[in-house]
């Protein structure tokens, strides 16, 4: 039926990064930044809110597109997913409270994101968007 549509939110806060690791589905237990799929009848600027909103308590206005992030698995053609990430801007500069499918949540230094395991392809995303600076 075709490829799943999700949205993500990069939110950078005083230098750091907000990130979720993920509780559940194929990703489980790596680190991401907070989104999922879009609803129907849904526009991507409310999902990207509603997911940050979900998963991590902490509110934020959608921005511009940074990129999109296509993820194929090689196992499971039917796993195949389009990700639009989304520049978000913090209402309010807060901890963030992991809720939803998120099993944990906190602000990471851009330096350090890369020494978490992070969900397929982020790091790569992350540098060719100018949001980190190296990948290895």
């Known amino acids: 039926s075709g490829p799943s549509l999700a949205v993500s939110a990069v939110l950078v806060d005083d230098d750091r990064l907000l990130l979720v690791r993920r509780g559940h589905g194929p990703a489980a237990g790596t680190?991401?930044?907070?989104?999922?799929?879009?609803?129907?009848?849904?526009?991507?600027?409310?999902?990207?809110?509603?997911?940050?909103?979900?998963?991590?308590?902490?509110?934020?206005?959608?921005g511009h597109l940074i990129g999109v992030n296509e993820l194929l698995d090689d196992d499971d053609p039917s796993s195949h997913a389009v990700i639009l990430g989304f520049?978000?801007?913090?209402?309010?500069?807060?901890?963030?409270?992991?809720?939803?499918?998120?099993?944990?949540?906190?602000?990471?230094?851009?330096?350090d994101v890369t020494e978490y395991r992070l969900a397929p392809g982020l790091a790569e995303f992350l540098h060719d968007h100018g949001v980190i600076t190296t990948i290895t």
């Open 31 to 62: 680190w991401a930044v907070p989104g999922g799929r879009v609803q129907v009848g849904e526009t991507l600027a409310e999902a990207v809110t509603r997911e940050l909103r979900e998963e991590t308590g902490i509110e934020g206005v959608c």
């Open 87 to 111: 520049w978000v801007s913090i209402l309010e500069s807060t901890d963030p409270d992991a809720r939803d499918d998120a099993a944990e949540a906190r602000w990471v230094d851009l330096g």
